[in-house]
């Protein structure tokens, strides 16, 4: 049950785009398309954002996709914009657990 | 409207017990499949224990024989008992419910506002 690898950070100036990897295993990102994404600011409970990979929940907006291939995922944020400064991080189901990634940080500069 | 109250959180001794308990509304825990995850200071969330619909429960290696996962369907209530704490254990406790109640695929939909239990002598 290792944690997925994510970049600790990735930055870019308002309207450009920044993608965040999540690289995991055989076992999990690689074996099932259930990927999620979470978004988490300072004192908050992380908010789902993206899931069964490409997925959005209503309200998160369309700026937000999320792709996969192999034992990689990808999110990437179109048009950034200041509140999406945040902590980001992956998820995948691995069978009879979940395993999170390890976090990236995104800098609106 | 779905909501998740998490009570229990203390500090507590290295190798002591503490009960964490999530008050649901909005939804009946039985029908659900509701998580403990715990984020530990500067650190990322980490899965600890669902109980499923049926009453399966499956565990983090980290918390397996350590920590138990039950509910109260009569007062819609899911309970984590831990023992045997490490200092480790030290992190923000949330309760969450996944998104589909038809099969856990780990969408972690709703949050509640976390407990923090703090493992220190």
């Known amino acids: 049950q290792s944690a997925l690898t994510q970049p600790p950070s990735a930055s870019g100036s308002p309207g450009q785009s920044v993608t965040i990897s999540c690289t995991g295993t055989s076992s999990d990102v690689g074996a099932y398309n259930y990927v999620s994404w979470y978004q988490q600011h300072p004192g908050k409970a992380p908010k789902l954002m993206i899931y069964?990979?490409?997925k959005r929940p209503s309200g998160v907006p369309d700026r937000f996709s999320g792709s996969k291939s192999g034992n990689t995922a990808s999110l990437t944020l179109s048009g950034l914009q200041a509140e999406d400064e945040a902590d980001y991080y992956c998820?995948?189901?691995?069978?009879?657990?979940?395993?999170f990634g390890t976090g990236t940080k995104v800098t609106v500069l | 409207e779905v909501q998740l109250v998490e009570s229990g959180g203390d500090l507590i001794q290295p190798g002591g017990s503490l009960r964490l308990s999530c008050a649901a509304s909005g939804f009946n825990v039985r029908a659900n499949f509701v998580s403990w995850v715990r984020q530990g200071p500067g650190k990322g969330p980490e899965w600890v224990s669902v109980l499923h619909t049926g009453g399966g429960a499956y565990y983090a290696d980290s918390v397996k024989g350590r920590f138990t996962i039950s509910r109260d369907s009569s007062k819609n209530t899911l309970f984590l008992q831990m023992s045997s704490l490490r200092v480790e254990d030290t992190a923000v406790y949330y309760c969450v419910r996944d998104k589909y109640s038809s099969g856990w695929y780990g969408y972690f939909e709703h949050w509640g506002q976390g407990t923090l239990v703090t493992v220190a002598s």
């Open positions: 069964e990979v490409r």
């Open positions: 998820n995948s189901y691995a069978g009879t657990n979940t395993v």
